[in-house]
């Protein structure tokens, strides 16, 4: 109903776990799909906020984000996994304190 009322609305593709998780925040891991859907808008804001280059600080969070993805059950099925607190704080360790 949504897509006839709003026939001309510009649609995009997104992974599909960043519009089926809960929102609850108890939720440990994303698709690494999810996480580098929202690289462009993460590396912005650790640039900004740490007053670096923000095309550096992009390779730089693509970087944790390889090293800290995993399949589970040792790759035997399912998409690769990140778990976003230990992405965060690797981005704290790594960029100090995000500005308040």
Known sequence: ?????????????????????????????????????????????????TNREPATVKREVEGILKAKSFAPMGGLFGEKLVNVLAVNLELRNRFGPPAE
């Open 1 to 49: 109903m949504w897509r006839e009322e709003h026939a001309l609305a510009v649609l995009e593709d997104v992974p599909g776990d960043l519009v089926t998780s809960s929102g609850s925040g108890l939720d440990p891991d994303i698709t690494l799909e999810n996480a580098r859907y929202q690289l462009g808008r993460v590396a912005d804001k650790w640039a900004k906020d």
